[in-house]
């Protein structure tokens, strides 16, 4: 869908020539200014870095400005940029609200949604803004707890519809997607050199730490538990500051963080399913509506990983 908001000249005949601006174009502008960098825009959009940089230069050329500068290795929006964001917000904003209302019945209802920490900072919050501008007026409350704990509420029907990880005793209604589950270090630490390999993982009963455990021992490589915590953020900032190694889903890899693969001497983890679980009985239209959303983003979901050097 195009919207026709710049008056760019005025041709021989004194009428002014309107330039039609992509709204994908202003989706993938506000990505970067949302989260700060091309890189992490690429994973919001699903796009490469190169698709992106392309799309933000035909962007500039429609609107016969700079959008951005150069600021050492950095790019920070100039003036003009800045002054886009507000314009670019309401544009795809009420793209989004016409779109609805005219492909979509109206919706309408409470929703609650459970997932496990780790998936609700990574990807979630992304998936879900687009879903509450396609329908305002369903509200989703969130709870964020283990895959046990959500599949157990889910069942009592404590919680409408919940995605989690498909393992032990978790066995997942609607399978959204496979995911590797790989080994993390720090890209400017190097925990994972270690004679004694400091490992931040979950919990005793998490199928993640159990498996990253078993490899270990089938390696009989030495390693103490640094960290043991539910806490997908603890495991994280463990992580990241070189404290220990971690193991997370190929999606929940953030940037600066390596993925030990086995030319570091790291044995495979192996996969698991994530998927959606829902409340017993009838479902209803806007849990139907979120249930194939989430299902749709994340099998679209493109994680972006370095390997370590």
């Known amino acids: 869908m195009y919207f026709m908001i710049l008056i760019t000249n005025v041709d021989d005949t004194g009428y002014a020539m309107i330039a039609n601006l992509d709204v994908d174009l202003l989706k993938t502008f506000l990505a970067i200014a949302d989260t700060g960098s091309f890189t992490r825009a690429a994973e919001e959009v699903h796009k490469t870095q190169s698709a992106i940089s392309m799309q933000m230069k035909r962007l500039e050329e429609l609107l016969g400005v700079a959008l951005f500068a150069k600021d050492g290795r950095m790019s920070r929006f100039t003036p003009d940029g800045e002054r886009l964001v507000d314009y670019a917000r309401r544009i795809v904003s009420f793209n989004d609200e016409v779109v609805s209302a005219f492909t979509k019945p109206e919706l309408t209802g409470t929703i609650r949604f459970g997932t496990p920490d780790d998936y609700a900072e990574r990807f979630l919050p992304e998936i879900l803004a687009r879903f509450a ?40 209604d609607e ?19 270690a004679e004694v390999l400091p490992l931040a993982v979950s919990h005793a009963g998490c199928e993640w730490r159990s498996k990253v455990l078993k490899a270990l021992d089938k390696q009989q490589r030495k390693y103490r538990v640094a960290y043991s915590t539910p806490n997908s953020n603890a495991v994280n900032a463990a992580v990241m500051q070189g404290l220990a190694v971690g193991a997370m889903p190929e999606l929940c890899v953030r940037p600066g963080m390596r993925v030990l693969t086995e030319k570091d001497g790291f044995p495979p983890l192996g996969s698991f399913d994530i998927g959606l679980v829902r409340k017993p009985g009838k479902s209803n239209k806007a849990i139907d509506a979120l249930a194939r959303h989430v299902s749709e983003s994340l099998s679209n979901y493109q994680p972006q990983m370095v390997a370590a050097e």
């Not at 369903?138 to 707890?145: A, G, K, R, W």
């Not at 399978?175 to 050199?193: G, K, Y």
């Open 133 to 172: 501008r396609t329908h305002p007026l369903i509200t989703v409350d969130v709870d964020c707890v283990g895959s046990g704990e959500l599949f157990a509420r889910v069942k009592r029907s404590e919680i409408d519809l919940a995605l989690v990880t498909h393992g032990c005793d978790i066995i997942t």
């Open 175 to 193: 399978p959204v997607r496979r995911e590797q589950l790989v080994w993390v270090t720090s890209m400017r630490h190097a925990a994972h050199m």
